[in-house]
């Protein structure tokens, strides 16, 4: 299974860098919108991480790993 | 300013260059306050399958605080705090049932609990380049979890590539509750290290993929004091592949978000997360959008449906439905409205899980599974 999931990944990702162009600084409007950020709000973030971290075996995926309470 | 007004052209540049830190290791050049509050509800558990105890499941209140600002020309910081109140029953164990699967023992309602949490991260910006520090804190009256954090990030090919890497280390200390009443473990700790690296790159001016990669190894006392019989082996490794897509369509100025991640662990639990959400009018005053999520894991290697006592205690097992076999499916509505500096918003997400769910078959449904609801309100201010 990893190694099928590592192959779509990579496959996904070769074909997407293929396409990609340089994107110059004053082209990044739409880039900044809010949504368009990796953790568009902060607060949701870390309360949606604190509800799953507690009610399912899988976490992290993010810059610091899962713990810090007595849920899980 | 009505809710369908255009956000103008100079508040939108603004927007950009403020929030273009968030794809390199720039300085963050505006001061953001916000703040949460949220309730969660379980659903109360099936009164056909509990033997014991209170059927009324957990609910927290949650209050939530973040102040993200620059200092001077290269440093920045942000400090977070939350504070949560629980009340409710949770599972205390299993035991077999007639049809191979487990009926549920569960606690009484008094269980009435807080927490406080708080974390500050500095960071020092140079061109193209940032290294941060956070250390963190959460405390209940039986657990108190320590942390610190290193976090680095590098642009490359004219900030169209972000490399991130981060490394934190945790060393939790639990006393439980009743530990002699109960014959429960009287006090133990738990470390974890963890080392997280991504690449963000931009796809073209109106997307971009971020693909990471994480490790987390647990060690210490990793099963649940308070239940009846839970044993888990002492040292734990997490692995996760991380995805991250995002999409902007001039079409009601709407943006799409995809995230997926892919977990394996020493447990023998593989688990995928897919989440989507898309949101309308990015650049007018009301924002909203739906958003969906999927998950699905397979159980842990010494999962069990209910408690064997038959078992010697030096051998893993857990009844935990954590552990088990399981899907869900979460789906929501968020909304945020825009009037100058100042944003409101609000966002409910109901959860339903499930052996149904599964992308993997088993033969037990475990009881413990919960479905619950989230509403949170929101407000941020930026100056």
């Known amino acids: 299974m990893v190694h099928k999931v590592l192959r779509i990944v990579t496959g996904l990702l070769v074909l997407l860098l293929a396409s990609c162009q340089t994107v110059e600084p004053w082209e990044r409007d739409r880039l900044a919108q809010q949504e368009m950020q990796l953790t568009p709000n902060v607060l949701d973030a870390r309360l949606s991480d604190q509800v799953f971290f507690s009610k399912e075996a899988a976490s992290g995926g993010g810059a610091t790993a899962g713990g810090g309470c007595g849920c899980n | ?383």
């Open chain 2, 1 to 383: 300013m009505t809710a369908k007004a255009q956000i103008g052209p100079l508040a939108l540049l603004s927007a950009a260059a403020l929030s273009l830190p968030a794809f390199s290791a720039s300085q963050p050049t505006e001061r953001v306050v916000s703040v949460n509050t949220s309730v969660y509800q379980e659903g109360d558990a099936n009164a056909a399958e509990v033997v014991f105890g209170d059927l009324q499941r957990f609910r927290v209140k949650t209050n939530q605080f973040n102040l993200s600002a620059p200092i001077g020309r290269d440093w920045s910081m942000s400090l977070g705090y939350d504070n949560e109140a629980m009340s409710g029953a949770s599972p205390w164990g299993t035991v077999a049932a007639s049809d191979g699967s487990g009926d549920l023992i569960m606690s009484g309602a008094s269980i009435d609990d807080s927490r406080n949490g708080v974390d500050v991260n500095l960071t020092r910006h140079w061109r193209g380049q940032s290294l941060g520090i956070s250390v963190g804190y959460s405390g209940e009256h039986d657990y108190h979890s320590r942390s610190v954090g290193l976090n680095y990030e590098r642009d490359f090919f004219k900030q169209n590539t972000t490399l991130a890497l981060s490394a934190s280390y945790a060393s939790d200390e639990l006393t439980p509750t009743d530990a002699q009443l109960f014959q429960r473990l009287e006090k133990g700790s738990k470390h974890t290290r963890s080392f997280y690296a991504s690449v963000n790159q931009l796809l073209s001016p109106v997307s971009m993929l971020n693909l990471g990669f994480g490790i987390t190894k647990r060690t210490g006392e990793l099963s649940d004091p308070y239940k009846l019989r839970d044993i888990r082996p002492g040292k734990r490794v997490e692995r996760t592949l991380t995805a991250s897509y995002r999409r902007y369509f001039d079409w009601q100025t709407s943006s799409l978000a995809v995230n997926y991640r892919y977990f394996w662990d020493s447990y023998s639990v593989g688990a995928h997360t897919l989440a989507m959400s898309w949101m309308l009018g990015e650049e007018t005053a009301l924002q909203w959008g739906p958003m969906l999520r999927y998950y699905s894991q397979s159980e842990a290697a010494f999962y069990t449906p209910f408690d064997r006592y038959d078992q010697p205690d030096t051998m893993a097992q857990s009844s935990d439905f954590r552990l088990s076999t399981f899907g869900a499916v979460s789906y929501g509505l968020k909304a945020r409205y825009r009037m100058n500096a100042v944003q409101v918003s609000m966002q409910y997400e109901r959860y339903d899980s499930g052996s149904g769910y599964a992308l993997s078959s088993t033969k037990t449904t475990h009881p413990g599974l919960v479905d619950f609801d989230v509403v949170s309100l929101g407000a941020e201010y930026r100056f």
